[in-house]
T-cell receptor, first 109, second 117 residues
Framework: GQNIDQPTEMTATEGAIVQINCTYQTSGFNGLFWYQQHAGEAPTFLSYNVLDGLEEKGRFSSFLSRSKGYSYLLLKELQMKDSASYLCAVMDSNYQLIWGAGTKLIIKP | GAVVSQHPSWVICKSGTSVKIECRSLDFQATTMFWYRQFPKQSLMLMATSNEGSKATYEQGVEKDKFLINHASLTLSTLTVTSAHPEDSSFYIC?????????????FGPGTRLTVL
């Protein structure tokens, strides 16, 4: 079966750095997405990785290792507004998104 | 960037009635749209994939006669929840794929919160 694993909840301090991990087992791979979702709102796109390595976009970076079936989202200089759920999703061989359950990130002052 | 709208944003209805939710791609033509459902504190659950001009493909366990999907044009897909019951209360989100974006990103609508009394 297809499976995406990520921690249920993480807590970090404002101004700090946090890394959210995601491991996956899917039938085929056409890229991995990270989305941010605030409570009661739809997901918003953060990043896309299809090749191994690190993609940096401002305070957010995303890393992929296809051989390990592993990705992480790195958030730097955390702000209170970063409190949200972070969803990892993998596009399988049918170009369908397989979603993780999401990681709820709590930022404390 | 690509924009997807949904209407209504929230709806409250009585048990047994039907509710229609619209999903529109505003600045691009979406040959494929997706309908998701999300219960509180849970991840997105794909209900169906909607292709313009053809029948929707439903995920296992989703009743196609209860959740009617119509994708009549390249910019509009509708989801009708027929004979709604309280257990259908959920957050319904649509997304659309912009064929101009090379990596098949899905652009999400703002969601529709359905409460069935």
């Amino acid at each position: 079966g297809q499976n995406i694993d990520q921690p249920t909840e993480m807590t970090a301090t404002e101004g700090a750095i946090v890394q959210i991990n995601c491991t996956y087992q899917t039938s085929g791979f056409n890229g991995l997405f990270w989305y941010q979702q605030h409570a009661g709102e739809a997901p918003t796109f953060l990043s896309y990785n299809v090749l191994d390595g690190l993609e940096e976009k401002g305070r957010f970076s995303s890393f992929l290792s296809r051989s390990k079936g592993y990705s992480y989202l790195l958030l730097k200089e955390l702000q209170m507004k970063d409190s949200a759920s972070y969803l990892c999703a993998v596009m399988d061989s049918n170009y369908q998104l397989i979603w993780g359950a999401g990681t709820k990130l709590i930022i404390k002052p | 960037g690509a924009v997807v709208s949904q209407h209504p944003s929230w709806v409250i209805c009585k048990s047994g009635t039907s509710v229609k939710i619209e999903c529109r791609s505003l600045d691009f033509q979406a040959t494929t749209m997706f309908w998701y459902r999300q219960f509180p504190k849970q991840s997105l659950m794909l209900m169906a994939t909607s292709n313009e001009g053809s029948k929707a493909t439903y995920e296992q366990g989703v009743e196609k006669d209860k959740f009617l999907i119509n994708h009549a044009s390249l910019t509009l897909s509708t989801l009708t929840v027929t004979s709604a019951h309280p257990e259908d209360s959920s957050f319904y989100i649509c997304s659309a794929r912009d064929p101009a974006v090379s990596y098949n990103e899905q652009f999400f609508g703002p969601g529709t919160r359905l409460t069935v009394l």
